[in-house]
């Protein structure tokens, strides 16, 4: 027999929506007939699996050791003596800072520095998903076991800004739901070659090319290619033909406000895949320094001030209630806050 104690990132979950992602192998019959016939017990109670699962339940599994690692797949953590239960202990994770803007019971937010991965691309790299599981493993003394906190939505990695997570799943789902419904409504501060003197609203057609991992922005739309939506809004007019530009994301698509941006002809500053080189060589220049990232920078975020009825369960509306009608904002790096106060710019201080 082994133990699970719940902790309070994997709380608000159904009992059944848990067992399945902790026994990742196990079938979704197995799981039932094993609750049906009391070889899991919740509290020391025959449970259905409909239950709402809270911070310190305890769930006694009566499998053989064999089939408990079976049904838990390859990725398991290992026990690390008898007795010593499922929990594991702070992250030895190398643990960078983390710049939090805003952190409750469901949700956090996270303002990423440019050149760290929102996920990892591959096994060696660090990312701002494994920072927060790490950061949320030491706050609590336990990694979760059923839910894995995570972003919410991705920046490119040079890409600096607010990034928000779920701390657990009522959190993640709330955060999924505004994102996909386009509810919350995401800003971004680019810097960016031209003068725009009116809010250019700009509906194009994305396709990307997962080989030279390159985004071509089309007029019309042809096979494989997904529409796409921005506004963009001019916010100052700085020296040397620059413009600071306030974006507003509609649609959500990796490389997309660079890419669109670009082809609308305002590149932004300092990108080298879409921007123009022989410009950020110049601005380089005049700024006595490299541009090594693109100064784009993820600004703000504005949450709806009410929900949809019915879509949602009960605890991720709980989520939701401390967020209604809220704005919050990241402040734009350093370097991104000397290239504007270098071509006499000030916005975001």
């Not at 413009?243 to 994301?249: A, P």
Request: aromatic content about 8%; glycine content about 8%.
């Amino acid at each position: 027999m082994r133990e699970i104690t719940i902790g309070p990132l994997d709380a608000g979950q159904r009992l059944d929506k848990f067992l399945m992602r902790y026994f990742k192998e196990a079938e979704k019959g197995f799981l039932y007939r094993m609750l049906r016939k009391k070889n899991i017990l919740l509290n020391d109670k025959k449970a259905a699996g409909s239950e709402q699962l809270l911070a310190g339940d305890v769930l006694k599994v009566f499998f053989s050791e064999e089939t408990f690692e079976e049904m838990r797949g390859k990725d398991a953590p290992l026990r690390k003596s008898p007795g010593a239960g499922l929990s594991q202990g702070p992250s030895t994770l190398e643990q960078k800072p983390l710049a939090l803007l805003y952190e409750d019971s469901y949700i956090m937010m996270v303002n990423k520095p440019a050149g760290l991965l929102s996920q990892k691309a591959s096994a060696e790299d660090q990312s701002l998903s494994e920072l927060i599981a790490a950061y949320l493993q030491d706050q609590t003394g336990a990694a979760s076991q059923g839910f894995t906190p995570s972003v919410a939505h991705r920046l490119d990695r040079n890409t600096s800004g607010l990034v928000m997570a779920g701390k657990n799943l009522p959190g993640q789902q709330l955060l999924s739901f505004l994102l996909r419904e386009r509810l919350v409504e995401k800003y971004y501060l680019a810097l960016v070659t031209g003068s725009l003197s009116a809010p250019l609203s700009s509906v194009c057609y994305w396709q990307k090319d997962i080989h030279s991992n390159r985004v071509s922005i089309l007029e019309r739309p042809e096979p494989d290619t997904e529409k796409v939506e921005l506004i963009a809004y001019p916010a100052e007019n700085l020296e040397a033909g620059f413009s600071l530009l306030k974006v507003r994301l509609i649609s959500g698509k990796s490389h997309q406000i660079r890419a669109q941006l670009a082809h609308a002809g305002y590149p932004i500053a300092g990108d080298a895949k879409y921007g123009d080189q022989r410009v950020n060589l110049a601005l380089a220049a005049r700024l006595g320094r490299p541009l090594r990232v693109q100064l784009l920078h993820s600004y703000e975020v504005v949450f709806p001030a009410a929900l949809p009825p019915d879509v949602l369960s009960a605890e991720a509306c709980k989520a939701f209630s401390d967020l209604k009608s809220k704005t919050f904002q990241a402040p734009p790096p350093p370097f991104f806050r000397q290239v504007l106060a270098g071509l006499g710019g000030h916005y975001g201080e």
